[in-house]
Antibody, heavy 121, light 107 residues
Framework: EVQLVESGGALVQPGGSLRLSCAASGFTFRNYGMSWVRQAPGKGLEWVSGIPGIGGGTHYADSLKGRLTITRDNSRDTLFLQLSSLRAEDTAIYYC??????????????WGQGTMVTVSS | SYELTQPPSVSVSPGQTATINCHGDKLGDEYVYWYQQKPGQSPVLVISEDVRRPSGIPERFSGSNSDNTATLTISGTQAVDEATYYCQAWDTGTEIVFGGGTKLTVL
């Protein structure tokens, strides 16, 4: 089955860190760019970070640069997002999304179910 | 930073045509993607690269993109189409950008 399954979301205190994972299956993971997209409660979609299939650099939303690191392990078909210096406004559902091409910036034709990150003391 | 502007809400009667616009500076120079999101669910791609319908998306969904406006059109709108729709484009060389979303109500 073609799917993305996120994990790692949790309740974390302000200033804390978290590592999210996204396990891919049913397609050749290394051939596709991947991104993280988040959605705060009751709000719209916000692109967070993207990474191409093979090679190339990583890309981040300007508002979040310096606090995120996106990586992928093509041998394990898994995407990661390291979040640091978390703030209350980072509270959101974090979705893993598959690009429709090897590029990181094409549209997203497959989404995971999301993992909830709550930043609160 | 680049911005995509959508109307917050659109209403349509069953069987009629729904039109949702997305505005951005020189948007016609970029590919636009459209997503449908129902409450409690993940987004679903309904239009790719301005006009392409992914496999499994009904023919009543269509898209266009020219100048500063991209449009999602749903012909013969059905109750099942009630959802929030987001446009998305790429701010050349920098970021992926989403519109604020349009809640489609089928009255």
């Amino acid at each position: 089955e073609v799917q993305l399954v996120e994990s790692g979301g949790a309740l974390v205190q302000p200033g804390g860190s978290l590592r999210l994972s996204c396990a891919a299956s049913g397609f050749t993971f290394r051939n596709y760019g991947m991104s993280w997209v988040r959605q705060a409660p009751g709000k719209g979609l916000e692109w967070v970070s993207g990474i191409p299939g093979i090679g190339g650099g990583t890309h981040y939303a300007d508002s979040l640069k310096g606090r995120l690191t996106i990586t992928r392990d093509n041998s394990r078909d898994t995407l990661f997002l390291q979040l640091s210096s978390l703030r209350a406004e980072d509270t959101a559902i974090y979705y893993c999304a598959k690009s429709s091409s090897t590029s990181w910036n094409a549209g997203f034709d497959l989404w995971g179910q999301g993992t909830m990150v709550t930043v609160s003391s | 930073s680049y911005e995509l502007t959508q109307p917050p809400s659109v209403s349509v009667s069953p069987g009629q045509t729904a039109t949702i616009n997305c505005h951005g500076d020189k948007l016609g120079d970029e590919y636009v993607y459209w997503y449908q999101q129902k409450p409690g669910q993940s987004p679903v791609l309904v239009i790719s690269e301005d006009v392409r319908r992914p496999s499994g998306i009904p023919e009543r969904f269509s898209g266009s993109n020219s100048d500063n406006t991209a449009t999602l059109t749903i012909s013969g709108t059905q109750a099942v189409d009630e959802a929030t729709y987001y446009c998305q484009a790429w701010d050349t060389g920098t970021e992926i950008v989403f519109g604020g979303g349009t809640k489609l109500t089928v009255l």
